[in-house]
């Protein structure tokens, strides 16, 4: 997890001062992260949200495509959540209290964006015009767009950064707290009766039309693309249900703390709940022998269908390895043995799958096991010659990490294998090496200024220098935990 405990970090630097091996460098990073932040705050924030990345000038944006809006910000990682979680990571280091007003200012852009729905989408527009668009939640509108997106954490995301936001606030501000609330109760409701989440939702499902079975592969399905609905389904791709998880249980954590309140010390027991529902809901959609693996999604029968039209209904060789880890993770932090059982099966059946090069396909055909791919006009095919480039529709093969994690599990039991929070360790010599390049790099303004051009952009220009918002949080996280580091033991 990247983040380090609020809690944790100011009981540790009061008896552990920061390293001091360098006091000079120290220095230095200080002053780095406040001109880094400085500069974001001041000159790249647009009401508190930003965006992915933008030219030098700042004149051209980009998002998950070009943004001509100036008055748009974008949800979606490494969007505005993830600046707001970098900015209380400079907090829980520094204890500067510019560093926590920032994130106050970047929640409270979320808290505009936060739909009627409880979630968010991809982006969020602060003009008056565009914002009649969307069913804003704050707004009042009652029409509009409303669907609250799992797809690429973009949910997810947002409600972890707030939870943490509230709890660094101590949940005293009330706006804050309130979408929190909102939000978290929305997330729980969505949730199908057999533990799974849709890719988005803007209401909670009908129980009645979606009967909990366990996973079956269809007599037939069709070969072409069908370009019907999809986001409805029961959900393991791009990490849906994966990132679910690690916001409830992030829910369950904050509202264990004696400040959280009423409301969302309720919201944090249901959060458990509903993530080992989950779990339960992995253990249904295991496919049966002889392909005892996951599909990408499936409907309310839970067979296997398409979404886009490269993502046939296939056992998949990518998602089966993220409901592997995620069961891992899922007995770690409950002990429940159930959640291990699917897992040497589904091993098995991938080392087995594995193909000539040592990786797995993207996609397996139901019944057969053949890899399947897809031509540069989308027609399914068993051939990889003449596959899209923008899909990876071959993935590494992890099978042998993931059985020795399963062993080591089995053997010891979660409370030898929980994942805890650690001390900060002192600053190793790695560390400070990459705060002095990160010292380096940045300009006067405080920006990062990278070559290679905007992504989105056509036509392309490789001479367009580029301030991209990954690289600003990845450098704000690497400052923060040389700040953070404990003394070096002598």
């Not at 030219?55 to 943004?67: A, I, M, P, T, W």
């Not at 890719?199 to 019907?228: F, L």
């Not at 880890?325 to 589904?346: C, M, N, S, V």
């Not at 918002?469 to 935990?481: C, D, P, Q």
């Amino acid at each position: 997890m990247k983040f380090i405990f609020l809690v944790l970090i100011a009981s540790i630097s009061a008896a552990c001062p920061a390293a001091q091996t360098d006091p000079a460098l120290r220095d230095q990073a200080q002053r780095a992260l406040r001109r880094g932040v400085d500069f974001f705050r001041a000159k790249v924030a647009i009401e508190g949200g930003y965006l992915w990345q933008y030219s030098e000038d700042l004149s051209q944006r980009e998002g998950e495509g070009v943004v001509q809006s100036t008055s748009r910000v974008w949800v979606q990682p490494p969007g505005t959540p993830a600046v707001g979680a970098a900015y209380l990571e400079a907090y829980a280091a520094t204890r500067e209290p510019d560093y926590l007003q920032a994130a106050r200012e970047t929640a409270r852009a979320l808290v505009r964006g936060q739909l009627r729905s409880g979630g968010w989408t991809y982006h969020i527009d602060f003009d008056p015009a565009e914002r009649k668009k969307t069913a804003y939640r704050i707004d009042g509108t009652q029409t509009g767009r409303n669907v609250s997106t799992l797809d690429d954490d973009t949910t997810q995301a947002a409600l972890r950064f707030l939870l943490k936001a509230d709890e660094a606030l101590s949940f005293k501000d009330q706006e804050i707290h309130d979408c929190v609330v909102y939000a978290l109760q929305s997330l729980l409701d969505a949730q199908f009766p057999n533990g799974a989440w849709p890719q988005g939702y803007e209401r909670p499902p009908d129980p009645n039309a979606y009967p909990v079975k366990k996973a079956s592969i269809p007599e037939t399905w069709p070969r072409t693309w069908p370009n019907q609905r999809y986001w409805n389904c029961y959900t393991l791709n791009d990490n849906v249900l994966v990132n679910v998880v690690s916001t409830l249980f992030e829910a369950e954590r904050v509202g264990r703390l004696p400040d959280a309140g009423a409301e969302l010390r309720e919201l944090g027991a249901r959060a458990r709940k509903a993530a080992e529902k989950a779990g339960e809901f992995l253990i249904l959609a295991q496919l049966p022998e002889p392909q005892p693996a996951w599909a990408q999604q499936y409907d309310a029968a839970m067979h296997p269908v398409w979404a886009r039209k490269f993502e046939p209904p296939a056992v998949t060789g990518g998602e089966s390895k993220s409901a592997i880890r995620l069961l891992l993770d899922l007995y770690r932090r409950t002990g429940r043995r159930d959640f291990l059982e699917p897992i040497p099966r589904a091993l098995a059946y991938l080392r087995r799958s594995r193909l000539p090069d040592g990786r797995l396909a993207r996609f397996y055909e139901l019944g057969s096991n053949k890899p399947l791919y897809f031509t540069q006009e989308y027609l399914l095919t068993y051939d990889d010659t003449d596959v899209p480039t923008h899909y990876a529709f071959k993935v590494s093969d992890d099978t042998d990490a993931l059985a020795r994690e399963y062993d080591l599990l089995a053997k010891a039991g979660p409370a030898g294998q929980k994942r805890e929070m650690e001390a900060p360790k002192p600053a190793s010599p790695a560390l400070a090496r990459q705060v002095e390049k990160i010292i380096a790099d940045q300009d006067a303004q405080g920006r990062w200024i990278e070559e290679g051009g905007l992504r989105y952009h056509r036509p392309k220009d490789p001479s367009v220098r580029v301030i991209r918002t990954a690289t600003f949080i990845k450098n704000v996280e690497t400052l923060s935990r040389f700040l953070a580091s404990a003394v070096p033991e002598a």
